[in-house]
């Protein structure tokens, strides 16, 4: 592992921080913090924490010994002096002598402590560093490390590589008993320069911040070259005949995966997919069904992942409907695993946990990869990090030894223990929180306020438009998880492509807004032919076709959806020279009808919202200048001429299509956003 200190850097971090008051030792602490945080292979999504003792001034002006730790919410590779909360050190020195302290008493009296009340909650390991006796402590997960250490002989095979240099601490749950343990071993030889964790991570230590980092890089690189050194000892793969292709087994494994809370009602997940070649080993050995059942490479991932990831049966190409059947049962027998587990333990504590939901927050596909869940793209993308992470562990594991996880109980302590569960919050979640949101024509108007209004109630949205550039600056400016994808809604490839697409970035779909259209003008006695044509390609063949994609996803996930029109008031109320607009426009409505018809079985609902004089590439403010003269009105009196006398914005349409992705028992209905039109009244 390659050593990333720099002196001018390192001075360069002193200067920075001493204009905004940060002492020279609170800047070399985010110096170093940082150079351990952008390492994969030692931390990853805010594991480890880092500690430097020091001496800081309190509100009073009095110079304080104190511990700047880690804290909570931050992330060692963007760490900033804030994210190093200090606390009074001799307080922390005494609770030592105590034989015992709950973790809500160790909170607490660890928030006592600090000298400012608005700092984050100092690390649940900020005992460890406090009792340890050096300047600068560092904690890692280490990749290397971990691979040494959660083997059955672990303490043996950690001694022969280190010697006398590292202590070994079995395995104890994070909290104050950890934090005693390895103090004790640290006194039981003060001259080692680590302590490795059984089956949890790497501390070093030292009197300068350089001194404790390069500790850590040789520790780690010393396991690395082990590693390397051993004997490969790849298990046999299996004899897999041609896989399905990822984006059709996503969809699938998307639904099977999705929380029924009842009739036609679903927690959905978002999907982040990896491959490799390390990815592939693992997955596609003859033993995955034993070897990907072991468990988590370190207690401290088991919140975001499970104990244990879905392994499904192997999707054979042109076999999805057999893969169907066999992936649910897969996903059924999991969830009945995990609730057995959960019972067994929580017999321990007398019934008193709540259970979490027994939903997989990994998948093993052989032949394929693996699928991180989560309920945003994030989460989804921590769940694939970790489980990329725990890939490459074990197959280092394996090359030394054989990886073993700590055993059932330990780690169903650590997923419900509460300072665990605290790290995942706990605010309620967005209407549509998980669902994937597809809007054609997105770079317009109507399109990009929809987009926003759906990243909003928390959908991930893929924006589909014909203008790139224009999509991609629209994402670029969406709140949430948006994906701008180039796409011609009347070419058949292009959709599968931008479907296809989709599927590789979120996992699936949930609700389709089939929006994009253009107005085509013209008295229709004198029209064109052409015109007429193009207006239907555009205006009613593109939502056919966009619609047929969609609802060959959503029966694949089996868990619903919505299909959403962009119609017009031309489809009710057509007005002069626009016939090849409303002509088109009339056919989707029907279309719209067709879907809810035939695919309510599905629980597919199909709505259209009828919109009218928006602001938008089709309603130009040449056209609205144009149609105002026209009637002889202002510009503000054509656009609100309506029985609200109100303009009619974009953002009024894409609430309507929000309230139809959130009207689970509506169906073929047609909305109106047009301010009060008698004339384009449906009832």
């Known amino acids: 592992m390659k050593n990333l200190w720099s002196d001018r850097e390192a001075a360069a971090s002193v200067e920075k921080y001493a204009t905004e008051g940060v002492n020279e030792d609170v800047a070399l602490r985010v110096y170093t913090s940082r150079l351990i945080g952008v390492e994969p292979q030692l931390v990853i999504h805010g594991g ?3 500690s430097v003792k020091t001496r800081i001034k309190d509100f009073l002006g009095t110079e304080r010994d104190v511990i700047c730790v880690k804290g909570s919410g931050w992330d060692l590779a963007t760490i900033e002096p ?23 008493d160790m909170v607490a009296f660890q ?27 560092d904690h890692s997960h280490a990749t290397a490390i971990l691979a040494l250490s959660d083997q059955a002989d672990s303490a043996m095979l950690c001694r022969e590589l280190f010697g006398a240099r590292v202590a070994f ?20 030889n003060p001259e080692v320069e680590g302590i490795i964790l059984e089956r949890h991570g790497l501390f070093t230590f030292g009197d300068t911040a350089r001194q404790s980092y390069d500790r850590m890089i040789a520790f780690v690189s010393e396991a690395e070259a082990a590693i390397e050194k051993a004997a490969s000892h790849k298990r ?5 005949e041609r896989a399905a292709p990822p984006q059709a087994v996503a969809p699938i494994l998307r639904g099977a995966c999705a929380n029924k809370n009842g009739p036609g009602e679903f927690d959905r997940f978002l999907l982040d997919y990896r491959t490799s070649d390390a990815i592939r080993e693992y997955v596609d050995r003859e033993t995955i069904a034993e070897d990907g059942a072991r468990g988590v490479v370190t207690p401290d991932h088991i919140i975001r992942t499970k104990n244990k990831p879905l392994i499904v049966p192997f999707p054979k190409a042109g076999d999805l409907e057999s893969f169907k059947e066999a992936a649910r049962s897969a996903v059924t027998a999991y969830r009945t695993a995990y609730d057995a587990y959960f019972e067994r333990n929580n017999a321990r504590y007398d019934g008193g946990k709540q259970k979490l939901d027994s939903a997989p927050r990994v998948i093993l ?22 489980a990329e992470i725990t890939v490459d562990t074990v197959l280092k594991a394996d090359r030394v030894g054989r990886f073993e996880a700590l055993g059932e109980a330990d780690l169903f302590d650590m997923e419900y223990w509460s300072l665990e569960q605290a790290k995942l919050g706990k605010a309620k979640p967005k209407a549509l ?28 949205v893929a924006l589909l438009d014909i203008n790139l550039d224009a999509v991609k600056s629209t994402a670029e400016a969406i709140n949430g998880p948006a994906f701008a994808v180039p796409c011609d809604v009347t070419d058949e490839s292009s959709i599968a492509r931008a479907f296809n697409a989709v599927i590789m970035q979120f996992g699936g779909l949930d609700v389709l807004v089939s929006n994009a259209g253009a107005a085509y003008e013209g008295p229709i006695a004198d029209l064109d032919d052409n015109i007429l044509r193009n207006s239907l390609e555009l205006n009613f063949f593109s939502h056919q076709s966009v619609a047929q994609h969609a609802v060959r996803i959503m029966r694949d996930q089996a868990t619903g959806g919505a299909l959403l029109f962009n119609a017009s008031k031309q489809a009710i109320n057509p007005g002069a020279n626009f016939g090849a607009y409303g002509a088109a426009k009339a056919a ?5 009808r067709q879907y809810a018809l035939e695919c309510g079985k599905y629980g597919i609902r199909a709505n259209v919202v009828n919109a009218d004089r928006i602001r938008s590439g089709i309603l130009s403010d040449d056209m609205i200048r144009r149609r105002a003269g026209a009637r002889g009105l202002t510009e503000d009196a054509y656009l609100g001429g309506n029985l609200l006398g109100l303009e009619v914005r974009a953002e009024d349409v894409a609430q309507a299509f929000v309230h139809h992705a959130l009207a689970l028992r509506t169906t073929g209905d047609v909305t109106t956003v047009d301010g009060g039109n008698v004339a384009a009244m449906l009832r």
């Open 236 to 240: 046999g793969a299996a004899s897999l």
């Open 433 to 460: 929180q998980g669902q994937i949101v597809v809007v054609t024509g997105a770079a317009g108007a109507i399109g990009a306020a929809t987009a926003r209004a759906f990243a909003d109630q928390g959908a991930a």
């Open 82 to 104: 804030a994210g190093l909360p200090a606390l009074e050190l001799a307080p922390l020195h005494e609770v030592r002598k105590w034989e015992k302290l709950n973790d809500e």
């Open 169 to 188: 601490v079995p395995y104890v749950m994070p909290g104050f008993l950890l934090a005693k343990a390895t103090a004790d071993a640290f006194d039981t």
């Open 48 to 50: 480890g924490n880092t």
């Open 111 to 137: 928030r006592l402590n600090l000298l400012d009340p608005s700092s984050p909650n100092p690390s649940v390991e900020a005992l460890l560093h406090a009792f340890l006796p050096q300047k600068f402590v």
């Open 588 to 592: 989707t409505l029907f279309l719209a």
């Open 365 to 386: 596909a052989p032949g394929i990869g693996l699928f991180g869940l989560g309920q945003s793209a994030g989460a989804a993308k921590i769940a694939a990090d970790l």
